[in-house]
């Protein structure tokens, strides 16, 4: 009786499991989380480095996952690039970010990936930043 009683739990958990497997991925939600930056932080990141760079980029690329954004190299803008993907990384957790310099004096690159939807997420969001 009890092999039984075993055999039915077992059947039973096996089901579970293969329902849980069948049911759809949850979706991630991209939204910006401003309050994640301090006061100070989210003043600077929204009201100057945002700003700044939007106005400071050179041109976009598409990339299949994403953006990425050129700007000049020089030190200045460098790090205002950088101070933002950091205040950028805590308020939207859900993008991988990579700044990259191109060779022989090229442009530096600002890159913004990640999961399915943040190519699009990126679009809307940053609908200024594309000319």
Known sequence: ?????????????????????????????????????????????????????????????????????????????IQMVAEWAKGESVCCPFFDIAIRFEHDGGGLWLRLTGADGVKQFTRNDFASWFR
Do not use: W
């Open 1 to 77: 009786m009890r092999s039984i009683a075993i055999a039915f739990s077992l059947i039973a958990l096996l089901l579970t499991l293969g329902q849980a497997q069948t049911k759809p991925a949850l979706q991630q939600v991209f939204a910006c989380n401003r309050m994640a930056l301090g006061p100070e932080a989210r003043k600077r990141h929204f009201d100057v480095l945002s700003p700044a760079l939007r106005a400071a980029h050179t041109q976009n690329r598409e990339l299949p996952n994403g953006y990425e954004f050129e700007f000049p190299s020089d030190m200045a803008t």
